[in-house]
């Protein structure tokens, strides 16, 4: 045995060379890029079971790894190495382990990228630090003289409760130096407080409401799920309004009764504060939340809360569903249909798709909520996979918007404009009677589209395939794919000709000029990504429209997400048919997810809304289905034509996109690929060709496409394939199975 190595680093404490008289050996895996779980001693004094976490050594490093399970035996015990130590924390469950490997085979990512998605938090596995804490001293005596700043301060911590010096900033809006500064005096006690997880004591029987009877069947129906404690998926199915997150709310209030864990999974954008207002009034308690915008210790004390079980409810983006929960009972995936689901790069997997999937391993109920159901779960649903629960009207008699499709063939908008004039009278119609519009268009920026009037040159990024897109505020053009910009230029830098550059098609910001034009009396307001950089000048912007200091809003998709605006009742949609182009399976699907999403925006209370959809294909399906708010004959149709074209979700698509800085090298790995490709009958392969976005961040991009029927194992055939083929270094590529992006 190699013993030299085991205490060369001179860390290795817990290990005493006869400890390994008959060496007991598991399988670990480390959370980095690679497949298999390996082979490493357990000392003696250790007590390791399965799904413990670990220190061990790899390479000259000492690493995190979790125990996979028994030893593989391929190598030699002689020159394995030692586990290192043991966390002291629950163990990971056999359920999460097992999840791990499902979607390791499944998305044919390495296994070990998948559990670094389920460590996602440094440092969690140490206990945290005391942290600074402050507590009233009841013993000094007040001074006659002081501050209000610190008069304020005391008379919050009177109370005697123990706070962090941040929470008392926050509640007497003073600076982090005045609450030392008192400490130094001796008018505050410090002490060490421990950070405790969030979410530990919801109060599940606190704000609940009296439901509908629909309401209070479909709620009946999802808490004997909870309580079965066996594996089933609900499609809740209602328009906006109707009182789904209420009723799954009864779900979650079931669950915590049990003494189980909640996840509820939102796509990020829709993580708003009303959304977190809403758990609180109901639980009163915050949830743990899961994003990517966490502090680091917010982060580590989620992480322990829910590996301990004490943290009870998870509101979070896709990522909270690879936490391992010592005890989960639920997951709801809200708004399901959403593609901000699917993660497209690292792991490239859909969480709506492998929430389904965690459920069934976990024996655990899923409720998959929108009033928009993507086609997969609504054809799940007709084919009896799912039970599909519906609400069928608004709560409280609040009634659906009137939709209609504005005609531009005949409907003409003036030259350089956009909004026509059924339009602006409608706007102008709700500005009289003092009520809001939302102008909807999802596009940021002033023009998508930049081009000299001379020569025809257009503004390209010069790291991807796309235009630049004005910004008015910013003066600049933007690339929305990697963030390129530059000032707009004075001359053409193809021609030379001066001043010739001309905005093309309208954004938000040009919107927002024509509005100005037509009603210089408003109040407007863009809202776009790009004009709440912060969650607070969001939360800001969101307070004006409720607070009716706004009266029409021009807003991408920021604007459509779970908002209410009790005034807002007239919607319009300025290109409706934006969504249709591009010639992706899903365009249609989406674009009536989202139109159906923006027009659940007008008329939430008792005032009836309106929408407008302008559109140039007034006879399409979509601006159909819309007007006659007929969804099921919709997606009817789209189902009838996906299974037509052997698409999915009657068939199985995988993605193959290479990358790399050297087109040469990138189009050879693409037609070494294709020449072995696969196909006959069940399975065929298009391309290699250019993908779409041909060139993103200055790397040049080929794609494969493969269509599979649904008898065919498509994970093992590409397995095979693509790793028969050699990739040189330089050179990614990238397996997406169920994708939704074809760029
Ligand atoms: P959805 O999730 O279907 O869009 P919500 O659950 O957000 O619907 O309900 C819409 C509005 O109606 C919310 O303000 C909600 O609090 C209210 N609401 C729904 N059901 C009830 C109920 N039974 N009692 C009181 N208010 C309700
Ligand atoms: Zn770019």
Redesign the pocket.
């Known amino acids: 045995m190699d013993q030299k190595s085991l205490f060369s680093e001179g860390k290795n404490e817990c290990v005493d060379a006869s400890d390994f008289a008959d060496k007991n050996v598991m399988r670990i895996l480390v959370p980095y890029p690679m497949d298999k779980a390996y082979d490493y001693i357990v000392p003696h004094n250790l007590h390791i079971t399965q799904g413990n976490y670990v220190c061990v050594p790899l390479g000259n490093r000492e690493i995190i790894g979790v125990v996979w399970g028994e030893a593989s035996g391929d190598v030699n015990p002689d020159k394995l190495k030692s586990i290192i130590s043991k966390y002291d924390i629950d163990p990971m469950p056999r359920e999460h382990r097992d999840f791990i490997d499902w979607v390791a085979g499944y998305t044919l990512a390495p296994k070990g990228l998948v559990l670094k998605m389920a460590l996602s938090a440094r440092g969690g596995l140490n206990p945290p630090k005391p942290a600074r804490g402050f507590l009233y001293n009841k013993d000094i005596e007040i001074p006659a003289k002081l501050s209000p700043q610190r008069r304020k301060v005391l008379d919050i911590m009177s109370d005697g409760k123990t706070r962090i010096a941040s929470e008392i900033a926050d509640l007497a809006s003073v600076s982090a130096a005045v609450i030392r500064g008192m400490a130094d005096k001796g008018l505050l006690d410090e002490v060490g407080v421990f950070n405790p997880a969030p979410c530990i004591y919801p109060e599940y029987e606190n704000g609940a ?4 009877e629909d ?1 209070q069947m479909v709620a009946d129906e999802l808490c004997d799920d909870v309580s079965s404690g066996k594996f089933s998926v609900s499609l809740l199915d ?10 799954y709310f009864e779900a979650v209030a079931r669950a915590l009764k049990e003494g189980k864990q909640a996840v509820i999974l939102l796509p990020e954008i829709a993580l708003s504060n009303a959304f977190l207002e ?1 758990f609180k009034a109901r639980f009163a308690c915050a949830p743990a939340l899961w994003h990517s915008h966490l502090t680091p210790a917010q982060r580590k004390s989620a992480w322990r809360g829910v590996v301990s079980g004490d943290t009870r409810v998870v509101v979070g983006a896709r990522s909270a569903l690879f936490l391992p929960y010592k005890n989960l009972g639920l997951i709801i995936v809200d708004e399901e249909h959403d593609p901000a689901y699917k993660q497209e790069d690292g792991v490239i997997y859909n969480a709506r798709d492998m929430a389904v999937v965690r459920g069934s391993i976990g024996k655990i109920p899923v409720v998959l ?1 929108s ?1 928009t159901p993507s086609l997969e779960t609504m054809i799940n649903a007709w084919d009896g996979r799912y039970k599909h629960l519906v ?1 069928q009207s ?3 008699g609040a009634i659906l918007p009137d939709i209609s499709v504005v005609d531009l063939r005949i409907d003409k908008p003036d030259r350089q404009c956009f909004l026509s004039k059924t339009m602006i009278d409608e706007v102008q119609k709700t500005l009289d009677r003092g009520e809001q519009s939302l102008l909807f268009l999802n596009r940021r920026g002033y023009a998508p589209l930049t081009l000299c009037r001379t020569c025809g040159h257009r503004m390209e990024c010069p790291r991807c395939t796309a235009w630049l897109v004005e910004h008015k505020r910013s003066g600049r053009l933007h690339c929305h794919h990697c963030g390129y910009n530059l000032p707009v230029p004075k001359d053409c830098p193809e021609c030379g000709d001066k001043d010739s550059f001309a905005a093309c098609g309208p954004g938000v910001e040009r919107i927002f000029e024509e509005a100005k034009v037509n009603f210089p009396d408003a109040r407007i307001m863009i809202l776009a990504s790009d004009m709440a950089a912060t969650n607070e000048d969001m939360k800001a912007m969101l307070g004006e429209i409720i607070a009716g200091e706004v009266d029409i809003i021009v807003g991408t998709q920021i604007i459509a997400k779970g908002h ?1 605006f009790p005034n807002l009742t007239f919607v319009g949609v300025v290109d409706a048919d934006l969504g249709l182009k591009g010639g992706d399976l899903r365009a249609a699907e989406r674009s009536y997810q989202v139109l159906h999403q923006v027009a659940g925006r007008a008329g ?1 209370e008792q005032k009836k809304g309106k929408v407008l959809l302008q559109s140039w294909m007034p006879d399409h399906r979509i601006m159909k289905a819309m007007a006659g708010c007929d969804r099921d004959e919709f997606l009817g149709v789209e189902a009838a034509e996906r299974e037509a074209a052997n698409m999915p979700p009657y068939s199985r698509l995988a993605g193959i996109i290479i990358s790399g800085r050297d087109e040469a090298i990138v189009k050879s790995v693409g037609v070494s690929l294709g020449r072995t490709a696969p196909q006959g009958k069940q399975i065929q392969t298009l391309g290699p060709a250019p993908a779409p976005m041909a060139r993103l961040r200055g790397n040049y991009r080929y794609r494969l496409l493969v269509r599979a029927d649904k008898s065919i194992n498509i994970q093992k055939t590409l397995a095979h394939w693509v790793g028969a083929v050699k990739v040189p270094s330089t050179v990614r590529v990238y397996i997406d199975i169920d994708p939704q992006s074809f760029l």
């Open positions: 409401v009296d439901l509908s309401q209602g328009v906006t309004g109707a009182g789904k997150t209420e009723v809403r909520v009033a609400l608004r709560y409280g209410h939430r």
